[in-house]
């Protein structure tokens, strides 16, 4: 638990004493359990809504957590987990902000969890048993289904990043409103981020794809070619339900262009299997803002013009990129936006390879306060995501889009790193689904 939340905890606790002794009508939480927590009334509810996506036969967590028996044999293991908040695997600050389908256990789902294994982790009675929530939210409409061209064995262990071009169907321009992905194999697909190439860049990545052998080609920070022009569409990781973008907004497409799947496979030790994942669309002919989906990030770094150096050996090298956007978003936007009009961030996504330790995006007003947007204070590179925030952060002329990368370079044998789209390469960039 963060010591945000228990200083939350306690101060919810402290206002329940408080509404009992004035009397208050309040709807205090009870502060003291009753009776001991099973399994059946208690614990599996919680487990079932926030650990089944993954913790299920056949998917990409090391064990299921369907039954008393599972939960029991890993009882220890449940309380470090949640305890440390490792899992969910939910990577944003709570300090931050606030976003959509968060995947993280709540305060009082928490305690539970804790409590069950603490007292001894009892089974309780099967007439005890609660109906499992429905999930809410997801993709409300499947209107353009691509899959993989052909299905792939990843060749690399225990991680295989592969990218898959797929055609684009449709022969107008239309707007992309809303993005799920179907894995087709959960036992071995960990993430996967889908990416648009408009079609002027659809040559570059075919050639990527031309000179490697088998369906698609390996990609690893990105889907190759130049990063900052990929457009992210969306990111999938297990349990997530694929979204509809904010209303009325959407991603222009042009005729011609392609869908560029990365895919995340993880074997877990096992042997690979094949995987043929499909995305689904929500597709309208009009939208009343059209989004744009924007990287951030120094263009500097990109040309190594000011190489982003991480030194070897050095424990925490920050990088930080800070721009007003507003003034520019015409030439950034390619024409999609205007100059001068305030921008609205509704989503955001940070991204850097495997020796990042921190990362946040946030706007700088020109008071000197600040907006948090995304915040991940434990970097791990396999749950990337793209987070849809709760309350959307508009930015107006003045406001200063920020992201700060934090890395850690100091084990034995380091070298220097600096931007690129390798394994030994590294990368600080922010992306965001803006409208106007
Ligand atoms: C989004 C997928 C996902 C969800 C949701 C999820 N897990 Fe996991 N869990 C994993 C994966 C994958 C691993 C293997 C280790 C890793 O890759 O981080 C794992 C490992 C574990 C482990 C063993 C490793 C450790 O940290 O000790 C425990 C215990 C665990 N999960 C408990 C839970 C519980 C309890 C919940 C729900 C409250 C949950 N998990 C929700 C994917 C998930």
């Known amino acids: 638990m963060s010591r945000t939340s228990r200083l939350r905890l306690l101060a919810g606790a402290c206002l329940a004493v408080l509404a009992a002794c004035s009397g208050g009508d309040g709807d205090p939480t009870p502060t003291e359990p009753q009776t001991p927590a099973t399994w059946h009334k208690d614990v ?107 299905s792939y064995l990843p060749t690399q262990a225990p991680d295989d990043y592969r990218c898959f071009i797929i055609d684009w169907p449709e022969t107008r321009t ?44 390996t990609c690893f920070g990105g889907p190759g070619g130049d990063a900052r022009r990929a457009t992210w569409l969306g990111g999938w990781a297990p349990g997530s339900l694929g979204q509809d973008f904010p209303e009325d907004t959407g991603l222009r497409v042009e005729p011609g262009s392609k869908v560029i799947l990365q895919v995340h496979y993880n074997d877990h030790g096992q042997r690979a299997s094949a995987d043929r994942t499909s995305v689904a669309f929500k597709v309208d002919d009009t939208v009343k803002k059209v989004a744009i989906v924007q990287p951030w990030t120094n263009p500097d770094w990109v040309s190594d013009k000011v190489p982003m150096r991480i030194a070897a050996g050095a424990e925490d090298t920050t990088h930080v990129w800070s721009m007003e956007p507003t003034p520019f978003m015409s030439f950034i936007s390619e024409g999609v936006f205007v100059n001068n009009v305030p921008i609205t961030v509704h989503s955001a996504a940070l991204h850097m390879h495997t020796r990042g330790t921190h990362a946040r995006a946030e706007v700088q007003h ?35 889009l920020t ?28 992306v965001f689904y803006l409208t106007q």
């Open 403 to 430: 992201v700060e990368c934090h890395w850690d370079n100091s084990a034995p044998g380091a070298t220097e790193r600096r931007w690129g789209e390798g394994t030994d390469d590294e990368m600080c960039l922010g």
């Open 44 to 150: 599996a509810p919680v487990v079932q809504a926030k650990c089944g996506a993954c913790h299920t036969e056949g998917g990409i967590a090391p064990f299921a957590l369907q039954t008393y028996a599972d939960a029991f044999a890993h009882r220890a293991a449940i309380k470090a987990s949640v305890q440390s908040g490792t899992m969910p695997p939910w990577p944003p600050s709570e300090d931050c902000s606030t976003y959509k389908q968060d995947r993280s256990l709540d305060d009082a789902q928490q305690a539970v969890l804790t409590r069950w294994v603490d007292e001894g982790a009892a089974e309780g009675s099967a007439a005890d048993a609660v109906a499992p929530a429905t999930p809410t939210g997801g993709l409300s409409r499947a209107d353009v289904v691509l899959q993989m061209p052909e």
């Open 174 to 217: 239309r707007y992309i409103t809303g993005f799920r992905a179907d894995p087709g194999n959960r036992a071995t697909v960990h993430h996967v981020i889908a990416f648009l190439a408009k079609p002027a860049q659809v040559s570059g990545f075919q050639a990527l794809d031309d000179a490697s052998a088998g369906p698609g080609y």
């Open 366 to 400: 020109p008071s000197g306060a600040r907006t948090c947007i995304l915040d991940i204070p434990r970097w791990d590179f396999h749950w990337q995501g793209s987070y849809a925030l709760q309350r959307p952060v508009q930015l107006w002329n003045g406001d200063r």
